[in-house]
Structure formats: C-alpha cells, structure tokens
C-alpha cells in the first residue's frame, strides 16, 4: 500500500511529483525574470525602457490634456500651487513597477 499525504490524501508520490513539477516550474520562472533584468539593464535595454517611457509620457499627458475633467483636476491643483507633472509620475511608478526598483 502506497503512503498517502496527511493533507491531500494523495499518494506521497504524486504530491511529491507535483511539487517537484512546480519548484522546476518556478526556477524556469526565476532564470527568464533574471534574464530580462540583465537584458533591461543593458544600455540597449535601457535606450528601449527610454523609448518606451517617452511615448507613455507623450501619451499619458496628451489623455490628461484632452480629457475635460482631467483639465479641471489639474487646474485645481495648479490654483492650490501644485505643480507636478503627472504624467512622468505616473510613468515613474509604473517603470518602477516593471523594473522592480524601489519595492512596492
């Protein structure tokens, strides 16, 4: 009689193969994630991150400037002395996000 797993009643073996599938699963995960940063870090990835970043920009200030609310909101914070750009703070936090620098 084969042993069976206290917490799935399955074989040992098959959960031991499932978790074994998994954890090679996850290291192929990790060495393509670790590739990417090294290729990001590159100064060609980073001449394509800049690329990148100036058309979200373009982008994103273009949506905030023709959207009508948006115009107000910004307009409100100008009057209050707020003068930030929120397009490059929202692309900041997003390369932030992609690249993982900064944490969370």
Do not use: F, W
């Amino acid at each position: 009689m084969a042993d069976v797993d206290p917490v799935t009643g399955q074989p040992k073996v098959t959960v031991e193969k499932d978790v074994s599938e998994k954890y090679s699963h996850l290291v192929d995960q990790k060495g393509k994630a670790d590739q990417l940063a090294s290729e990001l870090s590159s100064e060609k990835g980073q001449m394509v991150i800049n690329t990148i970043q100036g058309h979200l920009l373009s982008r994103v200030n273009k949506l905030i400037d023709e959207d009508g609310e948006c115009r107000a909101l910004k307009r409100l914070l100008i009057d209050m002395g707020v003068t930030i750009n929120m397009g490059e703070m929202a692309i900041a936090k997003l390369m932030q996000m992609l690249t993982r620098k900064g944490g969370k």
